[in-house]
């Protein structure tokens, strides 16, 4: 087995309130790295640890983390609402080895993911179905949420049971950074839009419609200075980065819960997708974050970040 990391930011903002085009440009040139990197190590499979935003996984029954056997997208933001190629065997051995590492994972042969999985697919592989996918939704915003501590261990079973596999693994994390854009609160939550947080009203074209253009009024009051939302991060999100760069993940299992959405935003909880890929790939050995992007984009209300990664051994030309 080799194993590679790509992490990257999502927002479904990216094609509705652009910023200005030498943002643009900068950012396109980050993913074309990003794709320029992946493509050369010609994975067999992709991990895909994303989240959701009330889109695919409700109230009704809200696991922690949950491993897809199969997948189907949801078609928000534009995205692509076809089935995945879900790898059921490679599926079936990660959510194995999650469970006899003592991590309570969820499985769903129904799993419907939204832009959070969708979009980074898109951008980093062009098509959703280029590749085999195992898809791990990690819960980020619904709560209660896990303890930071069970991310990583999340992270540490997968890394460990890709080590037999003789195969090309990315894993992709999904998410981030500090972030905290309109999100519905189930204590809030009344009528209807409390019965859809509920699972018992599935959401019209129509009222999927109305979501997002309220989603694009809240990121354009965001970017005029006229909104309420928590700002940007820029300085807690470079913290982030330093310590998966220098390999401190115990110390960000360490985090609570309320200090990450007290400093950089209630959504910056998506950070436990990167968590969760840097653990896969430090269970492997040491490892090497290879290109680093960052920026504050408030058109997208993000935090805006790519990562890659390898293994130490892989650096200066990834193994094959």
């Not at 194993?3 to 074309?32: G, K, Q, R």
């Not at 490679?90 to 939204?114: F, Q």
């Not at 062009?126 to 999340?154: E, H, K, S, T, Y």
């Not at 680093?292 to 984009?297: L, M």
Request: aromatic share 8%; glycine share 8%.
């Amino acid at each position: 087995m080799t194993l590679a990391v790509c992490t990257t930011s999502h927002s479904p903002l990216m094609a509705l309130n652009p910023p200005s085009a030498d943002i643009v440009d900068e950012v396109e040139a980050a993913f074309a790295a990003a794709r320029t990197f992946i493509d050369d190590f010609d994975p067999e499979l992709v991990v895909i640890f994303g989240p959701d935003h009330y889109n695919g996984l409700l109230y009704d029954l809200m696991p922690p983390f949950c491993v897809g056997y199969a997948a189907t997208g949801v078609g928000d933001y534009g995205t692509d609402s076809g089935a995945l190629d879900v790898d059921v065997e490679s599926a079936g051995l990660i959510a194995e080895a999650v469970l006899a590492a003592d991590v309570d994972t969820a499985v769903s042969y129904r799993l419907r993911v939204d832009h959070g999985f969708m979009q980074p697919l898109e951008l980093l592989l062009g098509d959703v179905r280029r590749r085999p996918v195992v898809p791990i939704f990690v819960n980020c915003v619904a709560q209660p949420l896990a303890p930071m501590r069970r991310v990583r261990r999340l992270g540490e079973a997968v890394g460990k049971a890709l080590l037999p596999v003789d195969r090309r693994v990315l894993v992709v994390g999904s998410g981030g950074l500090s972030h905290d854009p309109p999100v519905p609160a189930l204590a809030s939550a009344e009528g209807d839009a409390l019965r859809r947080l509920l699972g018992e009203l599935e959401m019209t074209s129509v009222q999927r419609a109305v979501r997002e253009s309220r989603v694009l009024s809240a990121a354009q009051a965001f970017t005029a200075g006229e909104s309420g939302m928590s700002d940007l991060n820029p300085v807690w999100d470079g913290e982030f980065l330093d310590l998966l760069q220098r390999g401190d993940l115990d110390d960000v299992a360490a985090w609570s819960n309320q200090a990450v959405a007290d400093v950089a935003g209630g959504s910056a909880h998506e950070v436990r997708t990167w968590v969760a890929a840097y653990s896969a790939l430090a269970a492997t050995g040491q490892y090497e974050m290879t290109s680093r992007y960052y920026r504050p984009i408030r058109e997208w209300i993000a935090g805006f970040s790519i990562t890659t990664a390898v293994t130490a051994s892989s650096h200066g030309g990834i193994s094959r």
